[in-house]
């Protein structure tokens, strides 16, 4: 068994021994609170709705962020995608993706919306700077963020939580005792939960 699947194995399975770590997980919640209240959100000068998760791990991101891509195009707006750009290593950021990129340079997942969507897809760990290369170079109108949950440096009109419908919180604690981002009773303050 990989330590992966350890984890989640204690996460899914409340391990007792977890309950080790919670010094460390009130900590976790602590600067998680600290960051939400005094960053200050500012506006890339386009509507943004925000697809994320609470909990670490897969949750049905990506094809939903190709789901809402999809709807907002046939709606005539001009769709732009930020991500992270997990897992690549681009010469600079932000960085413009297209359906050619390697995903060594944009990592997997962008490459992925990229290709599927045909929509411009920008990544840098600073989704703000994505966002506003979308809008001032490829002139879009919509911004949709890729696992942008707790980026909150970038200003968002709508915020949609997945929720994996098999795993659900695990065993509802912040990491490092449970596979939360977030507290549980932040899914009361976003905009859409959907559970998959």
Same mark, same amino acid.
Request: glycine share 8%.
């Given at each position: 068994?990989?330590?992966?699947?350890? *984890?989640?194995?204690?996460?899914? !399975?409340?391990?007792?021994?977890? #309950?080790? &770590?919670?010094?460390?997980?009130?900590?976790?919640?602590?600067?998680?609170?600290?960051?939400?209240?005094?960053?200050?959100?500012?506006?890339?000068?386009?509507?943004?709705?925000?697809?994320?998760? *609470?909990?670490?791990?897969?949750? !049905?991101?990506?094809?939903?962020? #190709?789901? &809402?891509?999809d709807f907002c195009r046939d709606r005539g707006y001009r769709v732009g995608i930020v991500s992270r750009g997990y897992g690549g290593q681009a010469p600079h950021y932000p960085y413009l993706l297209d359906e050619t990129t390697d995903p060594s340079i944009g990592g997997d997942e962008p490459c992925l919306i990229a290709r599927r969507s045909g929509l411009p897809v920008a990544v840098a760990p600073d989704r703000l700077a994505a966002a506003k290369l979308l809008v001032e170079h490829q002139q879009c109108n919509l911004i949709i963020g890729d696992d942008g949950l707790q980026h909150y440096r970038l200003a968002r009109d709508i915020e949609v939580l997945l929720i994996d419908g098999e795993r659900g919180f695990g065993n509802g604690f912040c990491l490092p005792v449970g596979p939360l981002r977030e507290p549980i009773s932040r899914a009361s303050s976003v905009d859409l939960t959907i559970i998959n």
């Open positions: 068994m990989s330590l992966e699947q350890r *984890i989640n194995a204690a996460w899914y !399975g409340r391990a007792r021994w977890l #309950l080790l &770590l919670l010094p460390l997980t009130y900590l976790f919640r602590c600067i998680a609170a600290l960051r939400r209240h005094f960053i200050s959100p500012q506006s890339c000068g386009a509507p943004v709705i925000v697809v994320g998760n *609470i909990s670490v791990g897969g949750s !049905g991101k990506t094809p939903a962020v #190709l789901a &809402l891509a």
